[in-house]
């Protein structure tokens, strides 16, 4: 059974950073990317930024473009998403997520909810 565990959540001041992490257990077959969504209260979910680990490349919406940095450790299994330069948009709920297979895996530029089939519980983060 796949689980994805969240964590590293918190209210911060604007200016401040926060670093979530993502620890995967059991096997996530053939998907090779893993994302990180947001959810501000009564918006939709959006992707954050997604990373191909094969590749090591990275994807970011250009809101947070400069400010977060999206990383994947395999040998601890652990997705990380250092968020530095919070602003109060940034407030929401983070979703780490990995994409439902592999052909999916290779739309990980598009950071797509529907792409995505494995998900965590979610971690919150308030800056204000």
């Known amino acids: 059974q796949v689980q994805l565990v969240e964590s590293g959540g918190g209210s911060v001041q604007a200016g401040g950073s926060l670093r979530l992490s993502c620890e995967v257990s059991?096997?996530?077959?053939?998907?090779?990317?893993m994302g990180w969504f947001r959810q501000a209260s009564g918006k939709e979910r959006e992707g954050v930024a997604s990373?191909?680990?094969?590749?090591?490349?990275?994807y970011y919406a250009d809101s947070v473009q400069g400010r977060f940095t999206i990383s994947k450790d395999n040998a601890k299994n652990t997705l990380y998403l250092q968020m530095d330069s919070l602003k109060p948009d940034d407030t929401g709920a983070y979703y780490c997520?990995?994409?439902?297979?592999?052909?999916?895996?290779?739309?990980?530029?598009?950071?797509?909810?529907?792409?995505?089939?494995?998900w965590g519980q979610g971690t919150q983060v308030t800056v204000s």
């Open positions: 997520a990995a994409a439902a297979d592999p052909i999916r895996s290779t739309l990980c530029w598009r950071r797509a909810p529907a792409d995505f089939g494995y």
């Open positions: 990373i191909l680990s094969g590749r090591r490349t990275s």
């Open positions: 059991g096997s996530i077959r053939g998907s090779s990317c």
